[in-house]
């Protein structure tokens, strides 16, 4: 793998780009204090936007590391960050990264998650060299797994009690694409 960073992408609706502390205030709001969008994260609910600011400047301090892919999703027509993708896991021995996603509450159903998400699949198979994008949800979530099929990854399984969120101990339900099956999509 070519480990380059997260750099920024354009989808129609959507720029995919780095987080700075100026979005705070957005993923504040959009994300990190809401209960229906932190349900099956793992990350704590935020109680103030001082918290926010912190995990923004996490962010920041992240992207010196080039194996880092984190994007914040904006919405092009508001210039509003309204949700995240993120690469936190990479295994360079089998050439793979786990995808992460939350996307703020009125924007569920849109479609936008699954737009980000081919951007950032298509970034990571043609500009990184990733051999295997992994992605899993919680069994009580089937809503993230609608996205990761309608992207053409395949559910491969569900490894019992694997996960845990905020909801506790979950069984996690598994799905991958390969570069090989990424590339026999796009053809067709």
């Known amino acids: 793998m070519r480990h380059i960073g997260t750099n920024t992408l354009e989808t129609e609706r959507l720029t995919l780009r780095r987080f700075t502390v100026d979005d705070a205030e957005d993923m504040y709001r959009n994300l990190c204090s809401d209960n229906r969008v932190n349900k099956f994260l793992t990350w704590d609910l935020h109680k103030s936007i001082d918290e926010t600011i912190e995990l923004m400047k996490t962010f920041e301090k992240r992207y010196e590391n080039p194996a880092r892919y984190c994007w914040a ?18 295994k360079e021995r089998i050439e793979a990264v786990e995808i992460t996603y939350a996307i703020a509450f009125p924007f ?3 479609g936008i998650t699954a737009e980000g998400l081919k951007a950032v699949m298509a970034y990571l198979f ?9 992605a899993g949800h ?15 990854m395949q559910k491969e399984g569900v490894l019992r009690q694997a996960g845990r969120n905020n909801q506790g101990l979950f ?3 598994m799905y991958s694409i390969l570069r090989s099956d990424y590339n026999n999509r796009v053809r067709n």
């Open 126 to 134: 043609k500009e990184v060299g990733v051999n295997r994008i992994e």
């Open 73 to 90: 999703i904006v919405l092009k027509e508001s210039n509003e960050v309204i949700g995240t993708i993120a690469a936190p896991t990479v």
């Open 108 to 110: 569920w159903g849109k």
């Open 138 to 152: 919680d069994l009580n979530n089937p809503n993230s797994g609608k996205v990761m099929e309608k992207v053409g």
């Open 171 to 173: 069984d996690l339900v």
